[in-house]
């Protein structure tokens, strides 16, 4: 029996747990302080994700035979390394390969070396420098914090004036405070947006389902960016021939390039992809799965996950033929706490309709959810926890029934001031709309 360790605690998580109980329900899992849904499949272990001294003590102590680190912070802090050091099989990138992710400054280069199609860009430290450069080039611009910065670290700006003080923001540290230590001022790009996850053993790369994300908190894409409102997969106009374009133009040499740096990649390569009048370019990065992209491309998964997850960990080579779907579409909606992205409330009371979510079809994962603290007895109240509550994945055969399937989980989940969005996938319906005779 099998020991698997998952880090993180929010819905992508959720989703890899999920996905590893449906293909083996003998696994022994664990996580680290699961939300409540994952405490419902997994033991808790009592460390924060980024403790990586405490997880790689802690994993060799209990012999577990996988960590699957969800989140990029453990990954930036060297939780990889830490477990390999100790030969502990973990999926997910070193310290350093992570970096294509902690620096965007680091992902620009690499992507210039490798010949690797994204938007102009220039780095900055000197407020007086990057103002000097953002007036010379005009609007619309676009200003980056190098580091992490929750997915919030990116300004599309179409004034000149909000381009400067955003820099400035990010450059004193006001805004993300080191993680604006350094900016990245990029020529804006315009294109549809997608996500495609490489599966990457250091030199080779098997794509994933392409999937999109909603990124802005209000339908029809308005208002500020948060970390995904929600998504689906398969994406109609992403061809098989257009993503081995992209595997052969982005991902191949992207790899190459690492290992020219001696930081080889394995794990996750999430491209955030524009689709430009000029073809394909690089908006990002990720060293990881894409929350909620995860919960979309997973569900939509036929083979075993650990079939992908241990070649990669334990250091060998992909199988290019082993990757199964399943047919039909994913749609998942977030809900949200009232406020989010800025500030919300914890610990709202929260009821869901069991029985809807009985249905194989409408899978719940929780993101920010917790239970209420219970001296003895039964398990306390469900109370939220986060800014993104839960995310309800629909299935269908196609994507309008997995919409309606979706929705309906978004509504039954219930607690004051509840928010989601009710357009998700809109792009792709107004694509098929138009397309119908
Ligand atoms: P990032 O944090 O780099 O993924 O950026 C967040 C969002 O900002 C992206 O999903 C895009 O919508 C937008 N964005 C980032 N860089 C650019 C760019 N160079 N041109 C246009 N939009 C961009
Ligand atoms: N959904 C965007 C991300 O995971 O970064």
């Given amino acids: 029996m099998k020991k698997i360790l998952v880090v993180g605690n929010g819905g992508r998580e959720h989703t890899l747990l999920w996905k590893l109980h449906q293909d083996d329900p003998s696994l022994r899992l664990f996580a680290t302080r699961p939300n409540a849904g994952m405490a419902e499949l997994a033991q808790e272990v009592d460390l924060a994700p980024t403790d990586v001294d405490g997880l790689a003590s802690w994993a060799q102590g209990a012999e577990v035979d996988l960590v699957v680190v969800g989140p990029e912070a453990p990954l930036a802090s060297g939780l990889v390394d830490r477990l390999s050091a100790r ?87 006001e805004a993300f405070g080191d993680a604006g230590g350094v900016v990245v001022v990029e020529e804006c790009m315009e294109g549809e947006e997608l996500s495609v996850f490489g599966l990457a053993d250091g030199t080779d790369v098997l794509l994933l389902l392409p999937s999109q994300d909603h990124k802005r908190v209000g339908e029809r894409d308005t208002g500020p960016n948060t970390g995904g409102m929600g998504a689906y997969a398969p994406l109609s106009f992403v061809s098989a021939e257009f993503l081995e374009e992209v595997r052969r133009r982005i991902f191949l040499p992207t790899l190459e390039a690492l290992v020219a740096r001696g930081a080889p990649f394995r794990g996750i390569l999430y491209a955030g992809l524009m689709l430009t009048e000029e073809g394909p370019k690089v908006v990002e990065f990720n060293c990881r799965f894409g929350d909620p992209e995860a919960q979309v491309v997973l569900p939509l ?137």
Avoid at 303 to 311: F, G, W
Avoid at 332 to 348: C, D, F, I, M, Q
Avoid at 370 to 385: K, M
């Fill in 87 to 173: 030969r502990i099989p973990a999926f997910g990138p070193t310290e350093s390969a992570a970096r294509i992710e902690a620096s965007k400054a680091f992902a620009k280069e690499l992507m210039d070396d490798a010949g690797v199609p994204t938007a102009g860009y220039r780095t900055f430290t000197d407020p007086a420098a990057a103002e000097a450069h953002i007036r010379e080039q005009g609007p619309p611009i676009v200003v980056k914090a190098s580091g992490l910065a929750a997915g919030k670290g990116a300004i599309v700006c179409s004034q000149v004036e909000e381009a400067v003080e955003a820099a400035r923001e990010m450059l004193s540290g």
């Fill in 301 to 437: 998964l036929d083979s075993p996950l650990l079939d992908l997850l241990i070649p990669v960990a334990s250091g060998s080579r992909l199988d290019a033929d082993g990757v199964r779907w399943r047919s039909g579409a994913a749609l998942t909606t977030v809900v949200a706490s009232p406020g989010y992205p800025g500030s919300y409330p914890n610990g709202l009371q929260m009821e869901l309709d069991q029985e809807l979510f009985s249905d194989p079809e409408i899978l719940l994962f929780h993101a920010g959810t917790a239970r209420e603290e219970r001296g003895s007895g039964g398990p306390g109240a469900l109370l939220t926890d986060g800014g993104r509550v839960a995310a309800v994945t629909g299935l269908g055969e196609t994507l309008e029934e997995a919409r309606d399937r979706s929705l309906r989980g978004a509504e039954a989940v219930r607690f004051e001031g509840a928010n989601f969005r009710r357009d998700i996938g809109w792009r792709e319906f107004s694509r098929s709309e138009a397309e119908r005779p």
